[in-house]
């Protein structure tokens, strides 16, 4: 099972996302904005970050800049196509267009798992018997 932060500032997509990384094992914190999850973050290990790019304060992207200089895995959410700017320097390393599919989300999820303990994503997946 992960600890992931949920940063979105769109209350339903927040708890949409939340709630399903939950059902499928995950133990999800949920944050409407950037200065909420950063205040998480100073208190709370996390295993990967999903976090919408701009958020109501308008700190999604250097939210994400701060979880990877920590090493943290973050997916970023996007409803705006992305363009490149000196404001905004490098792409997010894993971008996820809205709106998405679970299935793609999950996906992500898994490449991230490929670069991370796997008894952290444990409960995220299913093992046949």
Do not use: Y
């Not at 939340?18 to 409407?32: N, P, S």
């Not at 205040?39 to 304060?57: E, G, K, Q, Y």
């Not at 490929?114 to 409960?123: D, L, Q, T, V």
Request: with cysteine; aromatic share 6%.
């Amino acid at each position: 099972m992960a600890r992931i932060l949920v940063a979105e500032s769109d209350r339903a997509i927040r708890e949409f996302i939340a709630g399903i990384l939950a059902e499928v094992g995950h133990d999800v914190q949920a944050c409407g904005n950037g200065i909420e999850a950063t205040v998480w973050l100073a208190s709370s290990a996390i295993d990967v970050l999903v976090t919408d790019m701009v958020l109501h304060d308008s700190q999604g992207l250097l939210l994400s800049k701060h979880c990877a200089d920590l090493g943290i895995p973050t997916i970023t959410l996007t409803g705006r196509e992305f363009r490149i700017d000196a404001a905004q320097g490098e792409p997010p390393l894993a971008l996820l267009e809205k709106p998405f599919r679970f299935s793609d989300l999950q996906r992500i999820l898994n490449a991230v798992e490929a670069f991370r303990s796997p008894a952290a994503f444990s409960g995220g997946t299913s093992n046949a018997a």
